[in-house]
């Protein structure tokens, strides 16, 4: 046995890590709403990925290399915003950064459809909401409490 064992689950020291542990205790809203979000998204690349590789395959595009890298592209690009997600649900502190990632990233997308003269419109303020949204959930300090992230200078 080694000299460093876990202690007994009842002692002042084992409540005492409990309570620097950020995983103790329900997980707050905020974070289970953004991880929500993220994975909304995920899906929407991954949907709209797959959507642009069968259309590749299956129409005649004017480039079809093009078309099938796309749909590829958007499918890889979906792992950022999933297993951002999966980090927040687990509490992982490193999944905050991939989630902030995508927001920022998502946010010239949707200015870029709210521009077009079209039906992407309403798509462009759909991202535009939930980047938003899922910006203002990512910084809260709840969330960041919850995923042990300590300011600078604040490290042990």
Do not use: F
Not at 52 to 58: E, K, N, P, R
Not at 115 to 136: F, H, Q
Not at 150 to 156: A, I, N, Q, S, V
């Amino acid at each position: 046995m080694s000299s460093q064992q876990n202690p007994a689950p009842h002692t002042a020291e084992a409540v005492a890590a409990d309570a620097t542990d950020p995983a103790a205790g329900p997980r707050p809203r905020r974070l289970t709403c953004a991880a929500a979000l993220a994975a909304l998204e995920g899906a929407a690349l991954v949907a709209g990925g797959l959507w642009v590789l069968v259309l590749g395959l299956t129409s005649d595009p004017d480039d079809r290399q093009q078309a099938v890298t796309l749909g590829i592209t958007l499918v890889v690009l979906a792992l950022l915003p999933l297993l951002a997600a999966r980090g927040l649900l687990l509490r992982r502190g490193w999944s905050r950064g991939p989630a902030l990632i995508t927001q920022l990233m998502a946010l010239p997308v949707a200015y870029n459809l709210l521009r077009a003269d079209s039906m992407a419109i309403p798509a462009g303020i759909a991202l535009g909401l939930v980047a938003v949204v899922t910006l203002v959930l990512l910084v809260n300090g709840e969330t960041t409490r919850a995923l042990g992230i300590k300011g600078p200078g604040r490290g042990e």
